[in-house]
Structures are given as structure tokens and as C-alpha cells.
């Protein structure tokens, strides 16, 4: 794992992170993971986003809207359950460590997109 002393993670008496400290971790993890979608809509779509939805942890919904679209934006070391992912959003944004960003989406909202495409060219 990471370093993170000095940043607020206790350890156990093993060394390895405390419960709490991997679960505020993993929360650290997927607000920047939000942050990083939010930038990249940004710099490669010009599109300016408000940025991750407040109590959208407690609510159990989407991460970001990108336009009409609902994100669910997940850091993840394994993909984990896709399907369960997409509940609550259209999109599925997803990153492995040292990984690039897929994004993940069913496949009627692709051919209304793919579509859309081909009809502005």
C-alpha cells in the first residue's frame, strides 16, 4: 500500500491500516476518481461540470451528470459488479491503479449515441 503517514490513517499494531483508515481511504480514492472525470470532461469535451453530488453517498445514487448522462465513477483494483454498478446511472466510469479511464455504458444508450454520431457526419 501507499504511504500515508501523516495523513490522518491509523495503523493497527501490525502496521497494516485500521478498518477506518481503509474505508476513509477508499472514500479519498473515489473523490478524486471524481475529480479526475470532472477534468476530464473538462479538457476534453469543454464541458464545465458542478462536480460530485452531495450526499449522493447516502442516497445510493450517480456520482457526476455529464450532461444528461448519470455517472457512477468507481477506482477500483477489480472491476467488481458492473450490472450493479449501472443501477443508478447510465455510465460506469471506471479505473484500475495505474490504469486509463473506461467507460462502461448498456447498450441501447451506446446506439442512440453511435447513431447520433454517424448522423452528424
Known amino acids: ?13 501490525d502496521g497494516s ?3 477506518a483508515s481503509k474505508g476513509r481511504r477508499n472514500r479519498q480514492r473515489g473523490q478524486e476518481g471524481e475529480r479526475e472525470i470532472v477534468d476530464l470532461c473538462r479538457q476534453d ?12 453517498e447516502r442516497d445510493s ?16 483494483k477489480v472491476p467488481g459488479p458492473l450490472y450493479q454498478f ?5 455510465v460506469l466510469c471506471y479505473r484500475a491503479d495505474s490504469k486509463e479511464w473506461l467507460v462502461v455504458m448498456r447498450w441501447p444508450l451506446f446506439a442512440k449515441l453511435a447513431r447520433e454520431e454517424v448522423a452528424a457526419t
Open 1 to 13: 500500500m501507499g504511504d500515508y503517514r501523516g495523513r490522518g490513517f491509523a495503523r493497527s499494531g
Open 17 to 19: 491500516l485500521s478498518a
Open 45 to 56: 469535451l469543454g464541458l464545465v461540470l458542478k462536480g460530485r453530488r452531495l450526499g449522493q
Open 61 to 76: 445514487g450517480h456520482d457526476v451528470d455529464i450532461g444528461p448522462l448519470r455517472a457512477q465513477v468507481k477506482r477500483r
Open 86 to 90: 449501472l443501477e443508478n446511472a447510465d
